[in-house]
T-cell receptor
Framework: DGGITQSPKYLFRKEGQNVTLSCEQNLNHDAMYWYRQDPGQGLRLIYYSQIVNDFQKGDIAEGYSVSREKKESFPLTVTSAQKNPTAFYLC???????????FGSGTRLTVV | SQQGEEDPQALSIQEGENATMNCSYKTSINNLQWYRQNSGRGLVHLILIRSNEREKHSGRLRVTLDTSKKSSSLLITASRAADTASYFCATVLNTGGFKTIFGAGTRLFVKA
């Protein structure tokens, strides 16, 4: 079945530690996105990529980094520079930027 | 209103009743999309309506778009307990490239 796989489902980060969230899709979509969702709020765009080896900052990119070395993969690293990383992180893809998105099931990151 | 702002924030109804959620926006759009999110899960794309369309149906879902009022509504008919979820509207702007903005969502609770 085609879809997006995010791992891990739950992640715990210690102060000063970098962590990487995985996102893999087998939908052959060109565009991929990372969003952050805080309780009771909408989604805020962190980074997006419309083609391999190219990505753009979203509205809240500070403290995060990404790579897009393969069409199928768009990992997100939450660096120690992100001071408030506790949130629900969602990865999405679309065949074209103005089409509907397919979302993964999310990674819940908690600082311990 | 903000771009993609849902109303009401929360809605509680009995099973079998209809549920109506509204979305207002400020800037002209390319299209508007509705998504559903079950608790702790990713978003699921429900329906996309383009700026030149006025109404679309999908099963028990009916979406309308009024570009003169910059608003959209999502109607769920004959609601079921399984419809309990948060519903988000997403407006797609054409700003040279496409940008998708999500609202904060309407939390729907359907009582059995």
């Amino acid at each position: 079945d085609g879809g997006i796989t995010q791992s891990p489902k739950y992640l715990f980060r210690k102060e000063g530690q970098n962590v990487t969230l995985s996102c893999e899709q087998n939908l052959n979509h060109d565009a991929m996105y990372w969003y952050r969702q805080d309780p009771g709020q909408g989604l805020r765009l962190i980074y997006y990529s419309q083609i391999v080896n190219d990505f753009q900052k979203g509205d809240i990119a500070e403290g995060y980094s990404v790579s897009r070395e393969k069409k199928e993969s768009f990992p997100l690293t939450v660096t120690s520079a992100q001071k408030n990383p506790t949130a629900f992180y969602l990865c999405a893809s679309s065949i074209w930027p103005d089409y509907g998105y397919t979302f993964g099931s999310g990674t819940r990151l908690t600082v311990v | 209103s903000q771009q993609g702002e849902e109303d009401p924030q929360a809605l509680s109804i009995q099973e079998g009743e209809n549920a109506t959620m509204n979305c207002s926006y400020k800037t002209s759009i390319n299209n508007l999309q509705w998504y559903r999110q079950n608790s702790g899960r990713g978003l699921v794309h429900l329906i996309l309506i383009r700026s030149n369309e006025r109404e679309k149906h999908s099963g028990r879902l009916r979406v309308t778009l009024d570009t003169s009022k910059k608003s959209s509504s999502l109607l769920i008919t004959a609601s079921r307990a399984a419809d309990t979820a948060s519903y988000f509207c997403a407006t797609v702007l054409n700003t040279g490239g496409f940008k998708t903005i999500f609202g904060a969502g309407t939390r729907l609770f359907v009582k059995a």
